[in-house]
DNA sequence: GTGTTTTTGAGGTACGTTCCTCATTTTGCA
DNA sequence: TGCAAAATGAGGAACGTACCTCAAAAACAC
């Protein structure tokens, strides 16, 4: 049988109540009693019984995890992903909630944050542009012994307790060396498209992509980057724009969102299936359009365990316990049509059903 | 506040024992009745406390995780990943024994297997080739109770509960797509070494890798798959000897082990970074040769995420609750110089550390 | 050595569930 | 209608921990 109080207390030498004291650091007890306690407790291996802890404490945790209102395929995913790891983590007192913010308004999002802490919230998990408002938003929360975890994109001025997502660059340098490697090394041009260049992400990606090409791959020409706002027709209208004036492309690299726009353009030009395709999110689009064969290669993240991890971490962070660090790297996964995860992660599954 | 077994016995009209036998599917409740406490379990959204179930049934499980002997970083790196994941576990009341089995004796293992029920075991993961004995020791496992999931490799025909790992044939097309687009489509030649041609991972990656090349890039050719049964000294041998008389390889694909003597060999002849390798699970070893760009890509399995999967398989099993299938999926992993994973992840880190 | 403060002990209640036992009510059947 | 069987209720003990109170003991200061 594992050990339990009772027997610590036993083998101390001491009452039941100091064992308490000295296992929840509760004040009152000598440096020696103490010393006394912690070998009887490394004596006979004690690990607290966490489920009966968390049941006398009657803890339980509610957590924000915040998006904003955008409807692109890759919000939804996450969005999804987190509901239902919320409701998995029904069974150990954690509930979520998913709350939405006006994607453009940093204030409202200030305001969304501030109000959380009065209402009853042990946690937020926060998935926003790192503007000066949400700074403050966020050490705001922080202050109120709020944990903040930033979500798929980064806030390190903003002081998270920690970051859930990938490393963009590294992303970048992955989806730079597949294009590379997959063109031959050259001659050809490269297409970049992003959403925004302004947005962090975009930023490191091209920065990610370019120290690849640059280096390893000099045959090829990687024109600027093309901004599409998140705008279907504008992207449209670029790329249209773009192919009819460079000839020599054989490969796109599409940084940011709209991927369903770009396979319908491409499938209007005839190129679907000509050219090298990298792209970002493994939305229900993008696997339709990996089996296809209209894009080549995705560059993702898997939402299911970017979601569990994220309740997992908020909980850590809420309990002041520390995270297996392994357990919470978030991978850059590349996905092939060959390598493509069957459609029963949760997440994704929903996310087709509800499309 | 969270609905308790109070809570739905008020709301149905009947007492606490009525809910509680209706919960556990104990006998002597009428359909009506039990109907009744459904409609209040569903009404309040009655979710049941697990930590307090468990503390109550004060349950705890024991598990056996039973691995061949060989020396392999594989299987180090296998065995470490679930011994931390079993440490990590102790929290939940859940205990995991490693035992190991002499690799080419099948009776042995039989007789291991034979020898758990008695032991108070109350699962069971396997990782071993199938054979007729082996098919009986797990039917007689089975029979006794004793959930039996296969680890690695699966064992389709002995009845195991459930397979924790990766597709080896779509594994083999991954690593096919990938050395056809990297070598550009041809000329040239692909050498393919396996460990054993009769093991069924060997045989499955090998079929999925000449699936994808006959299709896809016929200007390559594909040699006959060369043994090497584990030893470094065989592999060292037949390489030397192949890249003699063939001058056109300008590709190896490594479907087994030996990764390590085989990038030793590649460096001997001058060749390192000139080919285009291939291999299987990122190891110590596989992991520095990537960095050093000995290895092209390695297709992997995500060991920690195996082992955790496993203990929540074994449990699930244990208790006949369903599993969250997307999360116990294994993805099939494709890894670069360019996304290899921080050395964080504790399966790995220790097994460095131990290496 | 007295008085004060600090430390320790003893005991209880609570958390939400499981799993008993025994008594009582309801139901089905002859 | 009566009787056995089935269904239900009432209550309690247990799981391992947290957290509370009050009293007793020990340590400390002067």
């Known amino acids: 049988m594992r050990p339990t109080v009772n027997d610590i207390a036993r083998e101390a030498g001491v009452s039941l109540a100091t064992v308490d004291r000295v296992l929840n650091a509760r004040p009152g007890v000598r440096a020696k009693t103490v010393m006394a306690v912690n070998e009887a407790i490394a004596k006979l291996?004690?690990?607290r019984d966490l489920a009966a802890a968390n049941l006398a404490r009657s803890r339980s945790y509610r957590m924000a995890a915040v998006l904003?209102?955008?409807e692109s395929q890759f919000v939804?995913?996450?969005a999804l992903a987190l509901a239902d790891a919320g409701s998995m983590a029904a069974t150990s007192r954690v509930e979520l909630d998913l709350l939405r913010f006006p994607a453009e308004d940093p204030h409202a999002l200030a305001t969304l944050l501030a109000a959380l802490p009065g209402r009853g919230y042990s946690g937020v998990a926060l998935m926003a542009p790192e503007t000066p408002?949400?700074?403050d938003a966020v050490r705001g929360l922080r202050a109120k012994g709020l944990p903040v975890v930033a979500l798929v994109s980064d806030l390190p001025n903003a002081g998270r307790d920690h970051f859930i997502g990938v490393d963009n660059r590294a992303?970048?340098?992955t989806a730079g060396v597949l294009m590379g490697r997959f063109l031959g090394g050259g001659p050809g041009q490269v297409l970049v498209l992003g959403s925004s260049l302004l947005a962090r992400d975009m930023v490191e990606r091209r920065r990610g992509f370019d120290e690849v090409i640059l280096r390893d791959f000099p045959g090829l020409d990687t024109l600027p980057s093309l901004e599409t706002h998140g705008s279907g027709a504008l992207l449209r209208q670029v790329v249209t724009e773009r192919l009819a004036n460079a000839p020599g492309v054989r490969g796109i690299y599409a940084m940011g969102d709209g991927n369903r726009a770009l396979t319908q353009v491409l499938g209007e030009l005839g190129l679907s299936g000509r050219l090298t395709v990298i792209c970002h999110e493994l939305t229900p689009h993008a696997r339709q359009a990996l089996e296809?064969?209209?894009?080549?290669a995705v560059i993702t993240q898997n939402l299911g365990h970017l979601a569990r991890s994220t309740l997992r971490v908020l909980r850590a962070k809420a309990d002041h316990?520390?995270?297996d660090e392994g357990q919470e790297q978030i991978r850059i996964e590349i996905v092939l049509r060959e390598n493509?995860?069957?459609l029963s992660d949760s997440g994704q599954v929903s996310a087709v059903a509800a499309a």
Do not use: W
Request: charged share 20%; proline share 12%; glycine share 12%.
């Open 45 to 47: 291996g004690y690990v």
């Open 68 to 70: 904003p209102d955008t």
């Open 76 to 78: 939804q995913s996450l």
């Open 133 to 135: 408002v949400l700074r």
């Open 171 to 173: 992303a970048g340098r």
């Open 292 to 296: 296809r064969g209209e894009i080549t």
């Open 321 to 323: 316990l520390p995270l």
């Open 340 to 342: 493509l995860p069957l």
